[in-house]
């Protein structure tokens, strides 16, 4: 690890997997002020440390891959260790320009100003494949901010003041990748904190294998061991108080149609072999 500067205003956590180099070539690129941790969950020691020799950038290899919530967690105890005000998460597939992490900050100093006690700030994504924007769920608009509040914040993107985590913790480690985002900011609102989406701020952002429609409705297609983690994690939140019912119903409803798709799929064994454990795991370790 290179030496950071520890009055930087804001650490970056980039959690990687199986990653290309020109991705994070270009992620390190658009960064320059701030500090950059890039935590490398692929199991294989197949990229070089050398590659990320800048004053600014710390690479941290993983000997496993044990999931996002843990890496992100190192990568927010590192940036609290080295002072920095601000935590921001980016997945390694999106594209930043180069002042997003400035506009992200000015946004949430100017939300902080008023009347409304912020947790999370999030941009609005972008999908790279078609230049469309995912959709947001909204719960509020602040029109004299021109702002969103909502209950639900994707990882990429999203900023954390660094006295936050002191409040509520860090990502919740047991559920490894799907949710991990999501119930972090249902424990914020727990706590008294809001959520925020300012859509003035554009994310490239990638989601799932491949994006398609199936009756109407949109699917994400994903490798068949996310399945696995998408139905365990959807009962271990289930049966948590804090998490709203609105997402365990259109979730259940999701849950139970997708069953219906995936007989389409090419490898629908093992996605229902997936499916199936998670569901029996889902069950016997809420």
């Known amino acids: 690890m290179y030496p950071f500067n520890t009055t930087s205003k804001c650490g970056v956590v980039v959690v990687l997997y199986y990653p290309t180099l020109n991705a994070i070539e270009d992620i390190i690129s658009s960064i320059n002020e701030y500090n950059i941790y890039l935590i490398d969950n692929t199991p294989e020691n197949d990229i070089k440390y050398s590659l ?69 700030l999030g941009p609005l994504p972008i999908n790279l494949d078609n230049n469309q924007p995912y959709k947001q769920r909204v719960l ?30 860090l990502m919740d480690e047991d559920l490894f990748i799907d949710g991990v985002d999501f119930e972090f900011c249902w424990r914020l609102q727990e706590a008294g904190f809001k959520c925020f ?37 959807y009962f271990k939140l289930a049966f948590r108080n804090y998490v709203p019912l609105s997402w365990k119903l259109k979730n259940l409803v999701k849950r139970v149609f997708f069953l219906f798709y995936a007989l389409t799929l090419d490898d629908r064994k093992n996605i229902y072999r997936n499916i199936l454990k998670g569901v029996l795991d889902g069950f016997s370790k809420k």
């Open 140 to 169: 509020k608009k602040i029109d004299d901010l021109e702002i969103f509040i909502t209950d639900m914040v994707i990882s990429s993107g999203m900023l954390v003041k660094s006295f936050v985590f002191e409040r509520v913790g």
């Open 52 to 120: 990320y020799n800048f004053d600014n950038t710390s690479y941290i290899k993983n000997k496993e891959n044990k999931g996002i919530a843990f890496a992100q967690n190192i990568g927010i105890k590192r940036a609290l260790n080295d002072g920095c005000e601000y935590v921001a998460f980016f997945d390694q597939d999106s594209l930043l320009s180069e002042d997003l992490i400035d506009k992200l900050i000015q946004e949430y100093n100017r939300i902080e100003k008023s009347e409304y006690k912020i947790g999370v």
């Open 197 to 233: 989406v300012t859509y003035k701020i554009k994310l490239l952002h990638k989601v799932g294998k491949d994006d398609t429609s199936f009756m109407g409705f949109p699917i994400i297609i994903s490798s068949p061991i996310r399945y696995y983690y998408m139905y365990r994690n």
